[in-house]
C-alpha cells in the first residue's frame, strides 16, 4: 500500500511535463483556439466514456461524459475524430481489470477538481465539464472510496495515464 501523497509524488515529474506541453499551455494561458478545444473535449470524452462504462464513481456530479460531449458540441463547428493516441489510450483502459483503473481516475477526475477548476477561470470556451455542484464532496469521494487502497501498481497506472494525456496533448498540437 502506499499514501495518496505518495501516489502524487510518483506522478509529480509527468505532471509537470503535461502542463508544459503546447496544448497545456494554451489551455492555461487561454490562448487554446476552437478547433483545437474542439478536437480536445472529443478526446477526453472518449477516455471519460471508457472510463465511467467501467469504473462507479459513487456519485452522479462526477460524471463527466455527457457534459465532454456538451463542451465538443458548443465549440464551434467542424467535425471532431479520435487521435491515434487517444485510440491507443482507450484500448488500454478497455483491457485493464477494473481494480487497475484507480490511478486513471485519479489523473483525470483529480484533474478536472483541481487544475480544472483554475482553467474554467481562464477559457472563453465552454466548460461544462468543470463545473461541479461540489468540489469538496467530489474529491472526498475519490479519496475515500476509489483511492482508499492504493498501491505501487495504481502509481504505475497513473503514470500510465499522464504518459497518455501528454502524447494525446502532442499529437493534437501537432495536427493542428
Not at 478547433?35 to 460524471?63: C, F, H, P, T
Request: with cysteine.
Amino acid at each position: 500500500m502506499i499514501t495518496q501523497q505518495e501516489l502524487k509524488q510518483a506522478c509529480h515529474d509527468l505532471h509537470e511535463q503535461a502542463e508544459k506541453t503546447a496544448i497545456a499551455q494554451a489551455l492555461i494561458n487561454g490562448t487554446i483556439t476552437a478547433s483545437q478545444y474542439k478536437q480536445l473535449m472529443w478526446q477526453l470524452y472518449m477516455i471519460a466514456d471508457a472510463l465511467e462504462s467501467r469504473v462507479n464513481l459513487g456519485l452522479g456530479d462526477l460524471n463527466r461524459r455527457q457534459w465532454l460531449a456538451q463542451d465538443c458540441a458548443h465549440s464551434g463547428d467542424g467535425k471532431v475524430s479520435t487521435l491515434l493516441t487517444t485510440s491507443n489510450y482507450v484500448s488500454d483502459l478497455l483491457t485493464l481489470r477494473d481494480d487497475q483503473l484507480r490511478g486513471h481516475v485519479y489523473v483525470h477526475y483529480m484533474g478536472w477538481l483541481y487544475g480544472g477548476q483554475m482553467l474554467r477561470k481562464a477559457l472563453k470556451l465552454p466548460t461544462a465539464h468543470l463545473q461541479f455542484q461540489n468540489v469538496k464532496a467530489c474529491v472526498d469521494q475519490i479519496r475515500t472510496n476509489i483511492l482508499a487502497d492504493i498501491a505501487t501498481a495504481d502509481a504505475d497506472q497513473a503514470q500510465r495515464g499522464f504518459q497518455s494525456i501528454i502524447e494525446i496533448y502532442n499529437e493534437l498540437y501537432s495536427a493542428s
